[in-house]
């Protein structure tokens, strides 16, 4: 019997004990079995193995096993960083130090006992991310301001959904199985993370406690006597909701391709017509509870409706929110030093994206009807040169077409549609099928795979499409998504898994089903083109509709700015640190 089997079983058998009244028994007897997993193998911290950095004034220990099932050290592994006031700290000659708590001091105005706990999600691409293996300094921002930092590492892609997520869902239950060792207040616990680390962030998110992870946890031997749902999520692009991300590119940034095959236009075409089918069912309100939905447009693609109408004010106030927040002369490259650098990345990552960072090299057949602007252009905004006024700069925009209009009284515009912006503003980054290829060549692709480092197809609405344009690649989609991993889950419980929507929307079954973070922030540059505007408008739009337990949700799409950590003024690292604040005080 495999373990996902096991867990049915005992699902089946706890029901059937309710039914007799001897739940309290059967509860006892499947904790004692919990324990024998982890909790009775997994040693807590050593409070006598505590390494000093003096410079930092941080205590720091390395190589914490957070699972007892580890499949790789390297990865499945823990640093903990601890700001030096909250430990009375003994030399024991060797180089470690025995700690104690100190309750008396504060940093920042944090005490011992509710100081809150960061974790990093750094997994570009749903890269893995290597735990640390001596100190950095770069936790030294976070530790002045008085937090406790968790670096985590976690088995990336290469082994496949959920391996990502369930490795730092363990990483967060070891910490608060020694939380009586710790200082801080582990309730008070906050990730973040950028493109598919901030996808992976709003999945820790969205998925607190989620039952679909337990058997995983378990495969792992992870604490499973503690939760690992989270107090609040930073995302940056987060390139999420993948089983729709496809049909979603197509709708909206489709609009700004030429020249497509007749086959491959055929192909976004229906993708956009599903993407509007999809939203549709979801039900998703605005601020004043009316219903977004889409209506058939005139070119047939639905690019009308109530939802379109909402993108279109979403595209606006990015653009009005960057006029009021620049101060002319303007120059791209200025806005984004000012972003700073938060990412803890691995040593082989390279940025994506224009404006003088480094980009894919594509062929033309790669990129069928994707418009190549230069590297140092966005659409009609040269990305190099300085702009004397808002005036000169919205000519820019306008230089192909007059699709801005501005009253240069008030310095706010309007736009005449979302077909307009992405023509002349968005660029293009990837193929149709821009997350679930027919050659099964992108990242998501492996991230869908069966940790065996091959890709497999993902994406039903793909495949419905290309049942009557090309049944022979139709055909591999199904099978794909007719498989199962080790642990008996089907490709569609996958995808639920690593869909933040499946959890926040009560479109699907797994609404409210977990414990879903009650602080978020959604940050991404309006510019980029590696996933459309609608993926984290979708789930921002559900977590505001989702009622009480969901505090405070701050969304905002930035003018100028690219796939990076997105902000409209300031460091990001500054920005982050204040909200985690700003959220506790609440």
Avoid at 239 to 250: C, G, K, R, S
Avoid at 506 to 535: E, L, M, N
Wanted: net charge negative; glycine share 8%; charged share 20%.
């Amino acid at each position: 019997m495999n373990l996902h089997s096991f867990i049915k079983k005992t699902s089946s058998a706890l029901a059937l004990a309710l039914s007799f009244g001897i739940v309290s028994t059967f509860t006892s007897c499947a904790s004692s079995q919990k324990n024998t997993n982890s909790e009775n193998t997994l040693p807590k911290i050593n409070m006598s193995k505590w390494l000093y950095n003096a410079d930092d004034d941080v205590y720091y220990q390395l190589g914490l096993e957070y699972a007892a099932n580890p499949a790789d050290t390297k990865y499945e592994t823990l640093g903990l960083f601890v700001p030096g006031a909250y430990f009375d700290g003994s030399d024991n000659g060797d180089g470690t130090f025995t700690v104690k708590i100190n309750s008396k001091n504060t940093v920042q105005g944090f005490s011992s006992k509710n100081a809150p706990f960061v974790m990093p999600i750094q997994t570009p691409g749903y890269a893995a991310l290597e735990a640390p293996v001596s100190y950095t300094h770069d936790v030294k921002q976070y530790t002045d301001e008085g937090f406790i930092f968790v670096y985590a590492g976690a088995k990336g892609r290469d082994s496949g959904v959920p391996a990502g997520v369930t490795d730092f869902k363990a990483a967060i239950r070891y910490v608060r199985y020694n939380k009586e060792n710790l200082p801080g207040n582990t309730q008070n616990y906050f990730t973040y993370g950028m493109s598919g680390g901030g996808a992976q962030s709003a999945l820790m998110g969205a998925t607190g406690d989620a039952p679909e992870y337990e058997p995983y946890l378990q495969e792992i031997g992870a604490v499973m006597s503690e939760s690992d749902a989270i107090l609040g999520s930073m995302d940056w692009c987060p390139i999420t909701n993948l089983n729709v991300a496809d049909a979603a590119y197509e709708w909206e940034l489709g609009l700004a391709r030429t020249n497509l095959s007749k086959e491959n236009k055929t192909i976004s075409e229906g993708l956009s017509k599903e993407f509007a089918l999809y939203i549709n069912s979801l039900g998703l309100k605005d601020e004043n509870g009316n219903l977004l939905t889409l209506e058939q447009s005139e070119d047939g693609l639905y690019h009308a409706g109530t939802y379109y109408n909402y993108l279109k004010g979403v595209i606006e106030t990015s653009l009005n929110n960057f006029l009021s927040d620049t101060k002319f002369p303007y120059n791209a490259s200025k806005q984004k030093e000012a972003l700073g650098q938060n990412m803890m990345l691995p040593p082989d990552w390279k940025p994506r994206g224009p404006a003088g960072m480094a980009r894919p090299q594509f062929s033309a057949e790669d990129l069928d009807g994707v418009s190549r602007n230069s590297s140092t252009k966005s659409g009609n905004v040269d990305l190099s040169k300085t702009y004397n006024s808002a005036k000169e700069y919205i000519s820019a925009l306008n230089a192909n077409e007059e699709w801005v209009l501005y009253d240069e009284k008030s310095n706010t515009t309007k736009i005449t549609s979302v077909e307009a912006f992405m023509r002349n503003v968005k660029q293009l980054q990837k193929n149709v099928g821009a997350f679930d290829d027919m050659s099964k060549s992108q990242p998501e692709n492996t991230l869908f795979g069966f940790g065996d480092g091959n890709g497999a197809h993902f994406d039903s609405f793909m495949a419905k499409v290309l049942e009557t344009i090309n049944p022979e690649i139709a055909a591999n989609y199904k099978e794909d998504l007719s498989k199962k991993d080790s642990l008996g889950t089907s490709m569609e419980e996958r995808s639920n898994m690593y869909n933040p929507m499946y959890y926040l929307s009560p479109a699907y079954s797994g609404y409210k089903t977990a414990k879903v973070a009650k602080f978020w922030r959604i940050h991404a540059g309006i510019f980029q083109g590696d996933t459309a505007i609608s993926t984290e408008l979708d789930y921002a739009l559900a977590l505001q509709n989702y009622g009480n337990e969901v505090k405070s949700v701050d969304f905002t799409e930035v003018w100028g700015l690219y796939h990076t950590e997105a902000e409209r003024s300031g460091s990001s690292t500054e920005n982050l640190i204040k909200w985690i604040k700003d959220c506790l005080k609440a």
